[in-house]
């Protein structure tokens, strides 16, 4: 994985929320997905239901949604792309054109626009301070603050009565957004991920977990005997997180938990089970492994989200993806039909419309959790304000479809979080090109490319999945997936072309030049860029997008019946499969020297990107 890689993850939610085609606006220097003078109507929005007495939903009332609600407000985000959202216990924030939007309430400072009023503000808010002009790439929020990341710093606003905004400071609430003190612990190091919990935060930097705030339970995993610690402090390493990188990290109430590798790790509170161990001992630090000795033997963890005492991961692969939970369960928080706690992960229920179906996404708070599988979402839990998000007030102990009419009829789910303790959730859809609808074998693949900015398809409104890549498209889809939010880069005039038939004004000439600074394709002669991407090409390209200055790769042939030693790029195509990106052709072959699809090219990057996040 390339250092330029960005890592997202969802922390906990408030009300149902949910983000509808993710992508991103030309007024901050970010990739335009929509041209201008797309309705609003047809933008990715965020989406609201459940309680909202404070605001939260952001649809401009203090009513209660039962069923998803479009959180705009008809005011500041009626014209913006929405990129991801997220939602505290009575506060909400959204990501868009990479900046910060929030609102509901503001008794803490926690919606981060320096006003003084503790009211409510039930439409959104832009968020100023210290992130103005700056580019946001991720933004979590918690029970009573918030947390954002932006040139690979992390910047943090509201409660600071355990130190949860990181300033090293006693001040107890901060209205506006300040960075996180960096110290001996984050000086130099760039922040990749973020995540807020009730009274403290996590990020992660270099591989390595660093925590701040509250620690009652022993949440922020420094080892430190003591019940708040307002500067970041790293998770300790010498137990079960020896030698291992950290790739992302979800914050709790009284516990946090982290991946790396495929396996999950946690630490803090576990008077409910909620660390997966197998134990009852009242708390773990250091990290302790989940256990892995029941359902989730053999099984790669591929996300994971702590609730107040209720953790959620999905594990596996493909179709095969499943959410499994551990810890509280009285309010049938695991989703296994029943009421009971478990000290070890159990399988959530995946029954009906849900049998067969890949999860894509998970979370979980005080009251249950929620789910995205085929691009549909679905709740379970207690039903109290309408937090299942299905028209109704009424439990479910097994995962039940939110509605589907209305705002959400035409819009796709991408991802879903649940707040730190009522029960909303948020999830970002992805828009649905006119070429690309249900059955389409590819519709998960295409909608992620889509809702993650790095395709926008034909001015027609298509995407045109059969259509082979040609190698300057190619180069845009590179450099959006390693570059999330950035607008593709102009070539200099007064530089040297490095390719002799690109010119300087031609539309993707940063992006293949990019390709060469990145060590992703060497320079010289011509580039070709309206011809198609070969299989073989397309596996050294993305080879080296995670392998930087790696050219020379070993090959034992034998994978694929038409990859031998001798193949060009033999290694580059072992890579690709041995990680699971491609399984060749069904009889037996990969066809190196074939053109790739379109519709290929969105699943070889969905699977790629499933990979580096978790």
Known sequence: MTPSRALRLTALVGAVLLCTPQAWAQTTGVLAEFPPSTSPDALPLG????????????????????????????????????????????????????????????????????SANEGLFPSPQLVGGVLAGKVVTAISVGSASACAIAEAQAYCWGSNAHGQVGTASAISEYRLPQPVFAGAALHNKKVSAVSVGADHACAVASGIAYCWGGNTGGQLGSGLDVDHYSSPVAVVTNGALNGRLITSVTAGLLHTCALSAGRAYCWGDNTSGQLGISSDDFKAIPPTAVDTTGVLAGLTVESISAGERTTCAIAGTGADRRPYCWGEGFAGQLGNNKNKDSKSPVAVQMSGELAGAGVSAV??????????????????????????????????????????????????????????????????????????????????????????????????????PPTAVSRQAMAAFLFRSDNPGIALPQCDPMVTRRFTDIPTEADFCGAIEWLVTAGITAPGGDFHPGGAVTRGVMAGWLFRSHHPGVTDQTCSGGTFTDVTANTPGCGDIEWLASIGVTTGYGDGTYQPNAPVARQAMAAFLHREHDLDSH
């Open 47 to 114: 989406v609201a239901w459940g309680a909202n007495g404070a605001g939260q939903i952001g649809d401009g009332t203090t009513t209660t949604d039962l069923i998803p609600a479009l959180a705009r407000g008809g005011t500041l985000l009626d014209k913006l792309e929405v990129s991801s959202i997220d939602a505290g216990s009575a506060s909400a924030c959204a990501l868009a054109v990479g900046r910060v939007y929030c609102w509901g309430s503001n008794e803490f400072g926690q919606l981060g626009v320096g």
């Open 363 to 464: 979370s979980v708070n005080l009251n249950g959790g929620c789910l995205v599988a085929v691009g549909k979402g679905y709740c379970w839990g207690t039903g109290g304000s309408g937090r299942l998000g299905n028209g109704s007030n009424t439990q479910s102990l097994v995962p039940t479809p939110v509605n589907r009419t209305g705002t959400l009829s035409t819009r796709r789910l991408l991802s879903i979080s649940v707040d730190a303790s009522f029960g909303n959730g948020i999830a970002v859809t992805t828009p649905v090109f006119g070429d690309v609808g249900l059955p389409h074998p590819f519709y998960d693949d295409i909608s992620w490319i889509a809702g993650s900015g790095i395709a926008q398809g034909y001015l027609d409104g298509t995407y045109q």
